[in-house]
């Protein structure tokens, strides 16, 4: 079992950035790959980025590619989404995701592959 939860987020204006944090309770963090998630108003939830569990891959979804950073510190067990030039259609509701297996791109998008999940932190970024 594998706990996680999501902080960082918050209220900026667009241009600006947020740094999110994904901090997982297991010892058997470094077995996951951790992708980042968002869900807007109204909308489905989409794939942001992934890092594979040796943090040597990473992935995005070309709307945030330049700009957000994923990253992974597995000593503290924490995964971070630095997000910069950030603009008010990046508003939503941020989750981390953790998957064991494969490094198939074509899968880090596919929700059902993940088997935990956290609560989301919310970003709001003004025009």
């Known amino acids: 079992q594998v706990g996680l939860e999501e902080s960082g987020g918050g209220l900026v204006q667009a241009g600006g950035s947020l740094r999110l944090a994904c901090a997982a309770s297991?010892?058997?963090?470094?077995?996951?790959?951790i992708s980042w998630f968002r869900q807007a108003p109204g909308k489905e939830r989409e794939f942001v980025a992934a890092t594979s569990f040796s943090s040597d891959a990473t992935h995005y979804t070309e709307s945030v590619e330049g700009r957000f950073t994923i990253s992974r510190d597995n000593a503290r067990n924490t995964v971070y989404l630095q997000m910069n030039s950030l603009k008010s259609e990046d508003t939503a509701v941020y989750y981390c995701a953790a998957k064991q297996g494969s490094w198939w791109l074509h899968l880090l998008p596919v929700e059902r592959e993940y088997d935990f999940w956290g609560q989301g932190t919310q970003v709001t970024v003004s025009s």
């Open positions: 297991a010892r058997t963090f470094n077995n996951y790959h």
